[in-house]
Nanobody, 122 residues
Framework: QVQLVESGGGLVQPGGSLRLSCAAS????????LGWYRQAPGKQREVVAV?????????NYADSVKGRFTVSWNHVGRTLYLQMNNLKPEDTAIYYC??????????????WGQGTQVTVSS
């Protein structure tokens, strides 16, 4: 069974930092695209940062988070991270990790974490 388990959300004051983690189960054999999305109340889910492993390019970030957020992938630990600095109230949302990945049972498909709430407020 494929699992993406997220952790690290919470309440933080404006200007503060949080690090989100997303642990991938060992049933995932190959990863093509991975990253983070978020969904604020009343808004559509939007991309925050993605890494395309096929093209071996650096991460792409939403303009709203460039210079403040950093996405990284620990291949050995099979964990995806999102370091968020200088957080703003408009960053408040549920954050989801995402992988376009291959498993023996399911073939190539999209996989999502359960979501973790990030609230930026004084």
């Amino acid at each position: 069974q494929v699992q993406l388990v997220e952790s690290g959300g919470g309440l933080v004051q404006p200007g503060g930092s949080l690090r989100l983690s997303c642990a991938a189960s060992r049933s995932i054999l190959s990863i093509y695209v991975l990253g983070w999305y978020r969904q604020a109340p009343g808004k559509q889910r939007e991309v925050v940062a993605v890494i395309d492993t096929d093209s071996n390019t650096s991460a792409n970030y939403a303009d709203s988070v460039k210079g403040r957020f950093t996405v990284s992938w620990n291949h050995v630990g099979r964990t995806l991270y999102l370091q968020m600095n200088n957080l703003k109230p408009e960053d408040t949302a549920i954050y989801y990790c995402y992988m376009d990945a291959y498993t023996r049972a399911g073939g190539r498909s999209d996989y999502w974490g359960q979501g973790t709430q990030v609230t930026v407020s004084s």
